[in-house]
């Protein structure tokens, strides 16, 4: 007999009505999707009107309020839980612990699920709990990111499909397993640190970037969240949630290096010269450091007889040129249109970065082969070493040497 989606959603449906507490979804417009069946014991709303309501009808202007900033938050991708006290439908007082967790696909947050759990009846929730396991076990099956449950010194004791499939384990594998064996060896002493708070009390929930590292050798980032379940009887379990976000980190890292680098000749930008001076300002030492500051001779000429086509063909050369003579802890930057600035984080005397500048002056004039076309180039650079206190005074000083180099 086949079962249809159709189906297999009421059977979900009936089973997640029976739940004792109020599980709900709603959209990154606060419009709700689905809601189970409590809600109108607590409400007096049932959950065929409440779709499509905002959760400001259902829970009122005045509840909604102090809600706002966990609602606003969750929609930032944050999981939140609170307590809130509640005055339900018959004029009853209930304390409730609610939780939101973000619904976060491709990155984005879709949505998010509520669950609000009545605490003031723990008598009764402690009945409804091997009911509670077995949903557990079945949305912890088929959640669609990962989830594990793990002792208290990262041994894997459960892992859903979800995970095995993210690392390239089976679940056995992953058993056999602690979390160190599998997270990067440059993420593995934060890790400890936060497992030995969630083990000594001191942390009740931990959230971190990470890095793992499949079966097959490849280096995945995560989203890690995860909390302790304090159990006198059977021990204390690890809770974990685990989501891909490698695309993302790829797709931040792009933009950093948009944000940072200009993308005629490579090089850094202005905004990486000036993020380079703030720390050294902040860093507030008197050891000093060299500049060099290069400017193309007459380039509105070149670009006048040639094309703007060619000039950048020009510029990127340039560039490259100077990309091939700095070392690898000093910052090369075009801050304009034929203005290069390099950071020479390991300069040693004021003599070496004049020598230097003399040096790059010659390094980069000459003529240039722009498709069988020689393009004459000739550069004035200046230079300055002066204490990072005064990263201002460094580029000032370099750039008015620079025009002394151009008179003369």
Same mark, same amino acid.
């Given at each position: 007999?086949?079962?249809?989606?159709?189906?297999?959603?009421?059977?979900?449906?009936?089973?997640?009505?029976?739940?004792?507490?109020?599980?709900?979804?709603?959209?990154?417009?606060?419009?709700?999707?689905?809601?189970?069946?409590?809600?109108?014991?607590?409400?007096?709303?049932?959950?065929?009107? &409440?779709?499509?309501?905002?959760?400001?009808?259902?829970?009122?202007?005045?509840?909604?309020?102090?809600?706002?900033? $966990?609602?606003?938050?969750?929609? /930032?991708?944050?999981?939140?839980?609170?307590?809130r006290t509640l005055i339900d439908v018959n004029g009853a007082v209930r304390v409730t612990q609610a939780t939101y967790v973000p619904d976060i696909v491709d990155g984005t947050v879709v949505g998010f699920t509520?669950?609000?759990?009545?605490?003031?009846?723990?008598?009764?929730?402690?009945?409804?709990?091997?009911?509670?396991?077995?949903?557990?076990?079945?949305?912890?099956?088929?959640?669609?990111?990962?989830?594990?449950?793990?002792?208290?010194? /990262?041994?894997?004791?459960?892992?859903?499909?979800?995970?095995?499939? &993210?690392?390239? $384990?089976?679940?056995?594998?992953?058993?056999?397993?602690?979390?160190?064996?599998?997270?990067?060896?440059?993420?593995?002493? =934060?890790?400890?640190?936060?497992?030995?708070?969630?083990?000594?009390?001191?942390?009740?929930n931990v959230a971190s970037e990470k890095r793992y590292i499949r079966k097959d050798g490849a280096t995945i980032w995560v989203q890690r969240n995860a909390t302790v379940v304090r159990d006198d009887e059977s021990?204390?379990?690890?809770?974990?949630? +685990?989501?891909?976000?490698?695309?993302?980190?790829?797709?931040?890292?792009? @933009?950093?290096?948009?944000?940072?680098?200009?993308? @005629?000749?490579?090089?850094?930008?202005?905004?990486? =010269?000036?993020?380079?001076?703030?720390?050294?300002?902040?860093?507030?030492?008197?050891?000093?450091?060299?500049?060099?500051?290069?400017?193309?001779?007459?380039?509105?000429s070149i670009n006048d007889k040639f094309g703007h086509a060619v000039g950048d063909r020009v510029l990127a050369a340039i560039g490259r040129r100077i990309l091939d003579n700095v070392r690898a802890d000093d910052?090369?930057?075009?801050?304009?249109?034929?203005?290069?600035?390099?950071?020479?984080?390991?300069?040693?005397?004021?003599?070496?970065?004049?020598? @230097?500048?003399?040096?790059?002056? /010659?390094? @980069?004039?000459?003529?240039?082969?722009?498709?069988?076309?020689?393009?004459?180039?000739?550069?004035?650079?200046?230079?300055?070493?002066?204490?990072?206190?005064?990263?201002?005074?460094?580029?000032? +000083?370099?750039?008015?040497?620079? $025009?002394?180099?151009?008179?003369?």
């Open positions: 007999m086949t079962v249809t989606r159709n189906s297999s959603n009421e059977v979900m449906r009936r089973a997640v009505d029976q739940l004792p507490s109020m599980i709900g979804y709603w959209d990154s417009g606060l419009r709700n999707v689905f809601a189970n069946k409590v809600y109108a014991n607590y409400f007096g709303i049932e959950p065929s009107v &409440l779709v499509g309501k905002h959760i400001s009808e259902l829970l009122g202007e005045a509840l909604y309020q102090l809600n706002l900033p $966990y609602i606003t938050a969750a929609l /930032g991708g944050e999981q939140q839980q609170f307590d509520a669950l609000v759990v009545d605490v003031s009846a723990r008598a009764e929730i402690e009945r409804e709990r091997d009911r509670a396991i077995r949903l557990f076990r079945i949305t912890m099956e088929n959640a669609p990111i990962g989830k594990a449950v793990m002792t208290r010194d /990262g041994r894997w004791l459960q892992v859903n499909k979800a995970l095995c499939e &993210l690392l390239g $384990y089976t679940a056995e594998e992953l058993q056999q397993k602690t979390f160190r064996d599998i997270t990067h060896p440059d993420d593995i002493p =934060l890790a400890d640190e936060h497992l030995k708070g969630l083990a000594d009390g001191t942390l009740r021990g204390d379990v690890i809770i974990a949630q +685990i989501q891909d976000i490698t695309a993302r980190k790829a797709a931040e890292a792009r @933009l950093e290096r948009q944000a940072l680098i200009d993308d @005629l000749t490579s090089l850094g930008n202005r905004r990486r =010269l000036m993020t380079e001076l703030n720390s050294l300002r902040d860093m507030s030492s008197d050891r000093p450091v060299g500049m060099l500051f290069v400017d193309v001779d007459a380039f509105k910052v090369a930057c075009r801050i304009g249109g034929d203005e290069f600035v390099a950071l020479l984080h390991t300069a040693r005397s004021a003599e070496g970065v004049e020598r @230097l500048a003399d040096r790059v002056r /010659g390094l @980069l004039a000459g003529t240039y082969d722009i498709d069988g076309t020689d393009i004459p180039v000739s550069v004035s650079v200046g230079w300055s070493w002066e204490p990072t206190t005064d990263p201002d005074q460094l580029l000032r +000083i370099a750039d008015e040497r620079m $025009y002394l180099s151009k008179r003369a």
